[in-house]
Protein backbone atom coordinates (compact mmCIF):
# COMPACT_ATOMS: atom_id res chain seq x y z
CA UNK A 1 0.00 0.00 0.00
CA UNK A 2 0.84 3.22 -0.66
CA UNK A 3 1.69 5.57 1.48
CA UNK A 4 -1.40 8.35 0.91
CA UNK A 5 -3.77 5.49 0.91
CA UNK A 6 -2.39 4.31 4.40
CA UNK A 7 -2.97 7.81 6.10
CA UNK A 8 -6.19 9.11 7.19
CA UNK A 9 -7.40 12.43 6.41
CA UNK A 10 -7.95 13.97 9.20
CA UNK A 11 -11.36 16.08 8.94
CA UNK A 12 -11.31 20.14 8.40
CA UNK A 13 -11.61 21.68 11.67
CA UNK A 14 -13.24 25.16 11.61
CA UNK A 15 -13.03 27.86 14.43
CA UNK A 16 -16.45 29.53 15.04
CA UNK A 17 -16.14 33.09 14.61
CA UNK A 18 -17.90 35.35 16.67
CA UNK A 19 -19.49 38.62 14.14
CA UNK A 20 -18.78 42.07 15.82
CA UNK A 21 -22.03 44.25 15.92
CA UNK A 22 -22.46 45.67 12.79
CA UNK A 23 -25.04 48.61 13.61
CA UNK A 24 -24.43 51.72 15.78
CA UNK A 25 -25.97 52.00 19.24
CA UNK A 26 -29.13 54.41 19.70
CA UNK A 27 -26.45 57.04 20.95
CA UNK A 28 -24.16 56.96 18.51
CA UNK A 29 -26.92 57.33 15.78
CA UNK A 30 -28.71 60.27 17.39
CA UNK A 31 -24.80 61.61 17.85
CA UNK A 32 -24.02 61.01 14.13
CA UNK A 33 -27.71 62.69 12.98
CA UNK A 34 -26.89 65.82 15.61
CA UNK A 35 -23.31 66.01 13.64
CA UNK A 36 -25.40 65.92 10.04
CA UNK A 37 -27.87 68.58 11.38
CA UNK A 38 -24.40 70.88 12.81
CA UNK A 39 -22.79 70.69 8.75
CA UNK A 40 -26.26 71.35 7.16
CA UNK A 41 -26.74 74.68 9.12
CA UNK A 42 -23.21 75.72 8.32
CA UNK A 43 -23.35 74.78 5.01
CA UNK A 44 -26.43 77.01 4.50
CA UNK A 45 -25.18 79.95 6.12
CA UNK A 46 -21.72 81.67 8.02
CA UNK A 47 -23.10 80.70 11.53
CA UNK A 48 -22.57 84.16 13.62
CA UNK A 49 -21.12 83.49 17.08
CA UNK A 50 -24.63 84.78 18.38
CA UNK A 51 -26.25 81.43 16.41
CA UNK A 52 -23.61 79.25 17.93
CA UNK A 53 -24.13 80.16 21.32
CA UNK A 54 -27.68 80.21 21.09
CA UNK A 55 -27.41 76.06 19.80
CA UNK A 56 -25.10 75.95 22.74
CA UNK A 57 -27.29 77.18 25.12
CA UNK A 58 -30.17 75.39 23.93
CA UNK A 59 -28.15 72.04 24.44
CA UNK A 60 -27.09 72.88 27.99
CA UNK A 61 -30.44 73.30 28.70
CA UNK A 62 -31.47 70.13 27.71
CA UNK A 63 -29.02 68.66 29.95
CA UNK A 64 -29.40 67.12 33.75
CA UNK A 65 -29.71 70.11 36.55
CA UNK A 66 -26.11 69.30 38.06
CA UNK A 67 -24.87 69.00 34.74
CA UNK A 68 -26.31 72.23 33.16
CA UNK A 69 -24.98 74.01 36.26
CA UNK A 70 -21.34 72.74 35.50
CA UNK A 71 -21.86 73.46 31.77
CA UNK A 72 -23.32 77.46 32.48
CA UNK A 73 -20.24 77.65 34.44
CA UNK A 74 -17.85 76.12 32.02
CA UNK A 75 -19.11 78.80 29.06
CA UNK A 76 -19.28 81.41 31.78
CA UNK A 77 -15.59 80.89 31.89
CA UNK A 78 -14.46 79.94 28.63
CA UNK A 79 -16.27 83.42 27.46
CA UNK A 80 -14.24 85.24 30.02
CA UNK A 81 -10.61 83.66 29.38
CA UNK A 82 -10.82 83.51 25.35
CA UNK A 83 -13.35 85.93 23.97
CA UNK A 84 -11.71 84.88 20.74
CA UNK A 85 -13.23 81.33 20.50
CA UNK A 86 -16.73 81.22 19.61
CA UNK A 87 -19.14 78.91 20.79
CA UNK A 88 -21.10 75.69 19.10
CA UNK A 89 -22.24 72.58 19.44
CA UNK A 90 -20.02 69.67 18.08
CA UNK A 91 -22.15 65.94 17.66
CA UNK A 92 -24.59 67.84 20.17
CA UNK A 93 -22.61 68.50 22.48
CA UNK A 94 -21.25 72.49 23.64
CA UNK A 95 -18.17 73.21 22.15
CA UNK A 96 -16.00 76.19 21.21
CA UNK A 97 -14.41 76.86 18.01
CA UNK A 98 -11.31 79.41 16.90
CA UNK A 99 -11.67 80.42 13.54
CA UNK A 100 -14.30 77.64 12.88
CA UNK A 101 -11.97 74.59 13.53
Not at 47 to 66: F, I, Q
Amino acid sequence: MTRSATAKSSPRKSTATKKAASTFTAEEQAAMKARARELKAEARANRSSAEGEADLLARVEEMPAAERDVARRIHALVMATAPGLQPRTWYGMPAWAKDGK
